[in-house]
C-alpha cells in the first residue's frame, strides 16, 4: 500500500475544488493534490453546454466547458498533482484520507490540510417514492443532459419532466431543440424552484406547458414508459381525487432537488447541518481543524461563480493553515436562521473581518426586509425567491458590534410594493436576460407603440436589453455538432452573439448537419454567418478533448 504525506489533498476536482488548489498555491504552499473520482476535471461543467457561467467571476457569458477551461489552463501551469479515477472510501479526524484507484491500487495520504470539495448529487426516484412500474425512460434531469450533450444519446421523443429545478427547466429547452416533444414540467410547489431567467428562456420563450402544484401520482409502462399520470397537490400536499389525469409519455426526468455528497464527511467526524452540508466559519473551516469544505457540499449554489468564490476561500485559508497563520484565537460568533430564512452559511464568523453571508428564504415574498437582531443591520428587496441565493457582505465595524450568537430574519411588508400605474398605459413587463439578477423590466409604449420610458432595470444593459426584446428579441444558441472522433462524438458550440429567437429552431436544423474532422481550439469558427445573421457559431471545447489539457 502507498503512503504519502501532502500539505493539502483536495478531494473533488469540480469548480470548487480547482478554485481551492489554484488559491493555496498562488497563497504559498506546494506539495498540493487534488483527488477526483472522474476520469477528468471540471465536475459537470462539460455536460453543461449552456450559456450563463462566467457573468460575476469573468464578466463574461461563458458555456459551462469554457468556464472549466479558464481554470484547467491556469492549473497546468501549477506544480500541482492530480489523482483520477481514483475514490475516496475513508477520511479520519487526523486528516488520513483512504483512497484506491486501478493503477496504484490502496493509497494512504497524510494531509496537513484538506479541502472538501465533493459538489451535490441529484436526488433519484427512490429518494421521492413514485408508485407504479419500474420501465425504461425515467431518468435524472443530470443524467439525461450528460446523454444528450456529451454520450450522443436521445433520452426520448416525447418528455414529461418532475421539478422545475434550473437544470430541469435548461433541459426543457434543450430536448425541444433537438426535435422533442416536453409535454409538462411538473412542479409540487406553487411557483417555479429555478432562476426567474431560466423559466422566461427555456419555458415561456417555448410555451412549454407549466403544472404548479401538481406531482406524478404513477408510472405506468412496461419494458418501456409508456405514461405518466399527474394529479393537483392540496395544502398538506396529497394529491386532490378527481385531479387526475393522463400523459403519454416515453421518457420522465427527475429534476426534484440536489443533495450535497458527505459520505466521507461523515466518516471524518464533520459536522453537518440540517441541509446536509459541513458547517463552516468564515474561513470556510469545519469543526475538525484543518479540514475546509466549498462549493455545493456546503450548500447547493445557484450560480458557479459563487462556487468558484468559496473553493478560493477555502484554498487560501488551508494555505494559511499549514503555514500556521490562520487566526484562531478571535471571538466566533454564532449565526442562525430566523424567520422565513431556510439557512445562512457560514454558520460562525469572527469579529475583526469583513464577511460574506450566503442564504436562502424559505418561500418567495415582496417588499421584505432582511434584518440582523432588528436593528443592527436591514435592507430592503422588492423581492425574494428560495431559488435565488442572497449574498450579504458584512463589514467589521457591524460584526464587532454583535454578540456571541446573532440571527438572520426575512420580515415581510404588510403593505404591498408599489404597481405601476397601468390606467390608459400600454405596459409591458418583460425579464432581462443579460445578467442572472433577472430584473423585471417595465416598459410603457406610447399611443403609436413607440417607447415612453423603460423602469425597473439596475443597469444600463438592463435598458438596452429591454429595447431589443419589446421589437426584434434574441437569443445566445449553444448545442452540439457530431465529429469524426467516437470517443468525442459531439463538440459543444455556441454563436458568438445572440441571434433572431425566431431563427433559432432554423440554426439548430443548420448545425445538424455539421461533422467536425479536424483539430479546432476554443473559440475557432465552425459555421460563419449562420443564416446570413452575421453570426458565426463557434466551439466550446477544444476537438479532440479526451480528459484534460
Not at 498533482?81 to 488520513?96: A, F, G
Not at 444600463?460 to 469524426?484: C, H, I, N, W
Request: proline share 4%; with cysteine.
Amino acid at each position: 500500500m502507498q503512503r504519502i504525506e501532502v500539505n493539502l489533498a483536495i478531494i473533488g476536482g469540480g469548480p470548487a475544488g480547482l478554485a481551492a488548489a489554484i488559491s493555496a498555491y498562488e497563497a504559498g504552499i506546494k506539495n498540493i493534490i487534488i483527488i477526483e473520482r472522474d476520469e477528468q476535471l471540471g465536475g459537470l461543467l462539460y455536460q453543461c453546454i449552456h450559456n450563463g457561467f462566467g457573468l460575476q467571476y469573468f464578466k463574461k457569458d461563458l458555456s459551462g466547458p469554457e468556464y472549466a477551461w479558464n481554470f484547467l489552463e491556469k492549473l497546468h501551469e501549477l506544480d500541482i498533482e492530480v489523482y483520477l479515477e481514483t475514490m475516496v472510501t475513508d477520511i479520519t479526524p487526523d486528516k488520513e484520507i483512504t483512497a484506491v484507484n486501478s493503477e496504484k491500487g490502496a493509497i494512504v495520504i497524510d494531509a496537513k490540510s484538506i479541502v472538501l470539495a465533493m459538489g451535490c448529487r441529484e436526488r433519484t426516484r427512490g429518494a421521492i417514492n413514485i408508485p407504479g412500474s419500474r420501465p425504461a425512460g425515467v431518468f435524472t434531469a443530470g443524467t439525461a443532459q450528460r446523454f444528450i450533450n456529451v454520450e450522443g444519446y436521445f433520452p426520448g421523443e416525447e418528455v414529461v419532466i418532475l421539478g422545475s429545478g434550473d437544470i430541469g427547466m435548461i433541459m426543457a429547452r434543450r430536448l425541444t431543440l433537438e426535435g422533442a416533444k416536453v409535454k409538462a414540467v411538473v412542479e409540487i410547489l406553487p411557483y417555479i424552484g429555478g432562476l426567474i431567467r431560466n423559466e422566461n428562456q427555456c419555458l415561456k420563450d417555448f410555451n412549454i406547458p407549466t403544472y404548479l402544484k401538481h406531482t406524478v401520482t404513477k408510472i405506468h409502462g412496461n419494458e418501456r414508459i409508456e405514461k405518466v399520470t399527474i394529479a393537483e397537490l392540496d395544502e398538506k400536499m396529497q394529491p386532490i381525487s378527481g385531479t387526475e389525469r393522463d400523459i403519454k409519455c416515453d421518457t420522465l426526468l427527475l429534476s426534484v432537488g440536489l443533495i450535497p455528497e458527505n459520505e466521507v464527511s461523515k466518516k471524518a467526524n464533520v459536522e453537518l447541518s440540517d441541509i446536509g452540508g459541513p458547517i463552516v466559519d468564515e474561513n470556510m473551516q469545519t469543526n475538525i481543524p484543518g479540514v475546509f469544505a466549498a462549493g455545493n457540499v456546503v450548500h447547493v449554489h445557484d450560480l458557479v461563480d459563487y462556487v468558484t468564490l468559496g473553493g478560493e476561500k477555502a484554498g487560501k485559508c488551508a494555505s494559511e493553515y499549514v503555514k500556521n497563520e490562520l487566526a484562531s484565537s478571535k471571538r466566533k460568533i454564532k449565526v442562525s436562521a430566523g424567520e422565513n430564512i431556510r439557512y445562512v452559511v457560514p454558520q460562525y464568523i469572527s469579529e475583526g473581518e469583513d464577511v460574506s453571508l450566503y442564504l436562502r428564504v424559505t418561500k418567495p415574498a415582496n417588499n421584505v426586509e432582511l434584518k440582523i437582531n432588528e436593528d443592527v443591520w436591514e435592507k430592503h428587496y422588492d423581492e425574494v425567491k428560495p431559488s435565488e441565493m442572497i449574498k450579504i457582505d458584512l463589514n467589521k465595524k457591524v460584526i464587532n458590534n454583535l454578540k456571541d450568537e446573532f440571527i438572520v430574519d426575512c420580515m415581510i411588508n404588510e403593505e404591498e410594493v408599489n404597481e405601476v400605474s397601468k390606467d390608459n398605459k400600454d405596459i409591458r413587463t418583460i425579464i432581462c436576460l443579460s445578467c442572472p439578477l433577472g430584473c423585471k423590466i417595465d416598459v410603457t409604449l406610447d399611443k403609436e407603440g413607440e417607447i415612453e420610458k423603460i423602469e425597473g432595470n439596475t443597469c444600463p444593459k438592463g435598458e438596452d436589453y429591454a429595447r431589443q426584446e419589446m421589437f426584434s428579441p434574441e437569443r445566445v444558441l449553444t448545442a452540439t455538432v457530431r465529429t469524426s472522433d467516437l470517443d468525442q462524438p459531439l463538440l459543444p458550440v455556441r454563436t458568438n452573439d445572440a441571434v433572431p429567437k425566431e431563427k433559432i429552431k432554423e440554426c439548430m436544423k443548420k448545425l445538424s448537419k455539421v461533422v467536425v474532422d479536424e483539430p479546432l481550439d476554443i473559440g475557432d469558427v465552425v459555421l460563419a454567418n449562420i443564416l446570413d445573421t452575421g453570426v458565426d457559431v463557434v466551439t466550446s471545447l477544444k476537438f479532440p478533448f479526451h480528459g484534460n489539457i
